[in-house]
Nanobody, 115 residues
């Protein structure tokens, strides 16, 4: 069974940086795209950033210039480097992977930005 194993997250002060990683566990043929979503209390889950197998990236407007998504195809891992963090970035961050014929979500990791 294919799973996404997330790591990173935690508590950081405003203006600080944090990195998340998400590795695909299990046997897969290929990955179409990987992405990070986030959800804060009372709000819908939203796309933060995504990256295709070819390396094309997309970011939600609120994180452009601050977050960087990248992937290591050999390691089947996607990363999210978060810089200049703001309190409004506080949320549970979820990894997502599209394998063409199926998709999988990670379990989520909490990111809290607070002084």
């Amino acid at each position: 069974q294919v799973q996404l194993v997330e790591s990173g997250g935690g508590l950081v002060q405003p203006g600080g940086s944090l990195g998340l990683s998400c590795a695909v566990s299990g046997s897969i043929f290929s990955i179409k795209l990987m992405a990070w979503f986030r959800q804060s209390p009372g709000k819908q889950r939203e796309l933060v950033a995504r990256i295709t197998s070819g390396g094309s990236t997309t970011y939600t407007d609120s994180v452009k210039g601050r977050f960087i998504i990248s992937r290591d195809n050999a390691k089947k891992t996607v990363y999210l480097q978060m810089n200049s963090l703001k309190p409004e970035d506080t949320a549970v961050y979820y990894c997502y992977a599209d394998f063409f014929s199926s998709d999988v979500w990670g379990q989520g990791t909490q990111v809290t930005v607070s002084s």
